[in-house]
């Protein structure tokens, strides 16, 4: 190839524009689908409230929380409370390649709603928990 | 010369021969043959699918497939739903996917050295769900106390290798890799 300035432009694009996946355009992709089925404005307090909310089960005993695998902190590395499994942080600001992945944070929601909640979490409160977990800085 | 020469090659031969012999004995106590630069194979095959890494690596270790029978994998990925009490279903393309990768690599099918040892140990028809349940791995566990494992926070139960088998993701189970949590080394 030419190394002359037409082909310098196209190149230098290619490698700034090729940037992998960032948390922010994910999350705000996901916000945008959950406006659009309904939510409102999203709060990452509401986020933060709602991560350390206690949640009973019939069938077994004590409270489960999100922060009962990820800790208060989601900056922090958390466990999983059976296998006593290390989990990344999930706060992007701590783990860069946390929220990248649309498509794994729709399957996470939905396992980790049910298991905490006991059913899916609504798309007001998916994204309050993602402005939440986004804003940690 | 030649004749020289045969006789020395057929005499290196054959002591070569003997020595994998020795090396190939059966027995119980692993330690000896382990990690021995004529063995570098790990004991079992590794897991080299970032699939299933991904997808059954996330709350446990992604178990190696050989560690058990191709009938308790097919049986456990026909019932995800509820797997060992939660809900691990995945969509019908990455299921297929990965319940053809372990059977593929299952203990009946793999030919590393700990696998060969769990079928040997199973009769023909058992297939555990839980690893922890072959007579093999029973057999390699039973001398540590709970407060090791059950009882120590770090560990929680035998199901989590990687707390103590330093190698584990790589397929090395050997005790000189062991450190087991708040107590160090395991010499049996």
Known sequence: MRMDKFMAIPMVLTVVLSVPA????????????????????????AGAALWERPFTHAKTPGTRSCA?????????????????????????????KSLVDTAKIRKWLKRNCRWTLG??????????????????? | MRIFLTVIAALFGSLFIGWQGLASVDDDSDSHYEDQWWQPRPGVAPVANPEYTE???????????????????????????????????????????????????????SQSRRSRKIIRSLSASAAPLRITDLPYFRHEHDK???????????????SNCVACHRGAERGSFSE???????????DD
């Open chain 2, 144 to 158: 540590i106390p709970p407060r090791l494992v059950a009882k120590n926070p770090d560990v929680g139960s035998l």
């Open chain 2, 176 to 186: 000189r890799d062991i450190r087991i949590p708040g107590f160090g080394r395991w």
């Open chain 1, 68 to 96: 009962t695998c990820y800790t208060d902190d989601p900056r922090r590395a958390g466990r999983h409370l059976r296998t006593k499994k290390s989990i990344e942080p999930l706060a992007p600001s701590a783990n860069p």
């Open chain 1, 119 to 137: 059913r899916e979490c609504t798309v007001q409160e998916k994204g309050d928990l993602l402005t939440f977990l986004k804003n940690m800085s």
């Open chain 2, 55 to 109: 997808e059954c690596g996330s709350c446990h270790m992604a178990y190696p497939p050989g560690l058990l029978p191709a009938e308790s994998w097919r049986t456990m990925m026909a019932g995800l739903d509820d797997h060992f009490g939660e809900n691990a279903g995945l969509d019908a393309p990455t299921h297929q996917s990965l319940t053809d990768y372990l059977v593929a690599n299952s203990a009946d099918v």
């Open chain 1, 22 to 45: 960032q948390a922010d355009d994910s999350v705000d992709a996901l916000l945008a689908t959950y406006r659009s089925q309904g939510a409102g404005e999203f709060d990452a307090r």
